[in-house]
């Protein structure tokens, strides 16, 4: 939790430790901590006192039963009451993932913007769209999209159903319309057997969309250093990752809003990030709330994996994880309706490199799909 309350250059950070609430002030000057009994809030002495103790160390680290921000091991994936896992339907969503029949021309699937070679991702500061036409946005990782709230940069879609549905009516992406999949699909005598396996009747969008989304759920990274760290295995971090992780809940205030087991708050915040790629103007948000205060925000994405994905932000302006430490150790980009969450940093250099350490420290295991033979 973090009380702005008492300065906006100073936020206070609650962690627990042995069951104590410690309250914990990015000062630039280091970290630093003070005790309070566990449930209060901090007063004007506590802060007074966290401002002089001594900074936390990694031992004092090692300690420490809760993270700020709720991060940690990646929980058992959420399954969707209306669309339950079996093993037939997550065997037919990978063979639709990987078909390139899903588009209007033949010519893209699914893997193709988020191909298992490229963290899922595609390797692009943008990503290409139907005729080879190059699109606004850079492709968001299908690794543990599964944790996700609302899916896209701009939260269009609200289910991992909903986000396998969409790009294949999309004109500028698959560019296929549901009547002309339908008939596609049931020509085929292996899809047409396997729909009516699976859900008992004919191919449709819909069921498309919840077999991809079912196959989608297996794609989860839960073991990396990070995760065995935050298990109890202090040893699976190094020393540089633990001072790269005390940063990302502290001074350098990641956790703000990168928190949760998936490291996203799944809201959206103006950053300003610089405008890249063929749209002259992205207003996010705003183009699905309407609300002016949503113009030019974006989702904040999920860190796990996040040095296979490169490159970084939503229109892919980023090449390496070190431009975007430091485009936030900047403040952030010069716009006017920019979060009051994104300050000046006044990171070192050793500081910087420590907070990438960390974040690389995020890559797990990926899963092994074996690319299916299709009818």
């Known amino acids: 939790m973090l009380f702005n309350n008492y300065s906006r250059h100073q936020p206070i950070i609650r962690l627990i430790l042995n069951g104590c609430l410690i309250f914990v002030v990015a000062a630039t000057a280091g970290v630093v901590y ?29 300690q420490m039963t809760q993270l700020q921000g709720g991060i940690g091991s990646l929980p058992n994936v959420p ?12 065997e037919l969503g990978k063979m639709l993932f990987f078909d390139k029949r899903l588009s209007g021309n033949n010519t893209i699937s699914c893997s193709t913007c988020h191909d298992p070679e490229k963290g899922y991702a595609d390797g692009r500061p943008r990503a290409m769209g139907f005729g080879g036409k190059e699109l606004g946005r850079h492709s968001p990782t299908v690794l543990n999209a599964a944790y996700n709230g609302p899916q896209f940069w701009d939260g269009r879609a609200v289910s991992l159903e909903d986000q396998a549905e969409k790009p294949i009516e999309a004109t500028v992406e698959m560019n296929l319309p549901r009547e002309v999949m339908v008939g596609r699909l049931s020509s085929i005598p292996e899809y047409k057997k396997r729909f009516h396996d ?6 449709s969008l819909s069921n498309v969309a919840k077999a991809v989304a079912a196959f ?24 540089q990752e633990k001072k790269g992780l005390v940063l ?10 990168h928190n949760g087991p998936n490291f996203t708050d ?23 709330s309407k609300d002016e205060k949503d113009k030019g925000a974006f989702k904040t994405p999920t860190l796990r994996n996040i ?8 229109d892919g302006a980023f090449q390496t994880l070190d431009e975007v430490v430091e485009f936030y150790n900047q403040g952030g980009g010069s716009v006017s309706n920019k979060s009051p969450k994104i300050l000046k940093l006044h990171l070192t250099r050793q500081e910087k490199a420590d907070l990438v350490a960390f974040l690389k420290s995020l890559n797990g295991k990926l899963p092994v799909v074996a690319m299916p033979r299709l009818p």
Request: proline residues 9%.
């Open 198 to 203: 699976v859900f008992g009747e004919e191919p």
């Open 79 to 90: 399954i969707s009451a209306n669309n339950p896992q079996t093993d037939a339907k997550i």
């Open 266 to 288: 799944n809201q959206f915040h103006v950053i300003g990030i610089p405008q890249q790629g063929p749209l002259q103007e992205d207003l996010g948000r705003y183009s699905v």
């Open 34 to 62: 003070a005790e309070t009994p566990s449930g209060q809030e901090p007063s004007p002495a506590d802060l007074e006192k966290a401002r002089k103790s001594v900074a936390v160390t990694v031992e004092t680290l090692d």
């Open 248 to 257: 990302f809940m502290s001074k350098a205030a990641c956790s703000q809003c």
């Open 216 to 239: 989608e759920r297996t794609i989860v990274t839960p073991d990396s250093p990070f995760d065995r760290y935050a298990r109890g295995d202090k040893q699976a971090l190094s020393i």
């Open 307 to 314: 040095a296979l994905t490169a490159p970084y932000t939503h």
